[in-house]
């Protein structure tokens, strides 16, 4: 694992359940603004899936972006997350 895959790691475990963030958002707090399409990179090489939630981080025009799974897990999971947060928040 690079130092930049840690950093891009660390940021997308700061993602609160139930939402999303950027491929950009991600870049910035890696330290590397302009490393959006190297975030996406990082991402699909993430180790840990089911600890790192790799697919909370969606595009910056709102939409789902790629996922190792496939989009369709991807959406699920989102779904899942965002009504278990509800549930935790209610």
């Known amino acids: 694992m690079t130092l930049f895959e840690a ?14 963030r950027s491929y950009k ?16 990179q990082a991402l699909k090489r993430n180790p840990y899936p089911l600890i790192i939630p790799c697919h909370r981080v969606i595009r910056s025009d709102n939409k789902i972006g790629g996922y190792a799974f ?8 989102l779904r899942l997350e965002k009504e278990i947060a509800k549930c935790l928040a209610g």
């Open 7 to 20: 950093k891009v790691y660390k940021a997308v475990l700061g993602i609160p359940l139930g939402q999303v």
């Open 25 to 40: 958002w991600v870049a910035q707090k890696a330290g590397s603004s302009g490393a959006v399409r190297a975030v996406g």
């Open 70 to 77: 496939g989009l369709r897990q991807k959406k699920l999971l």
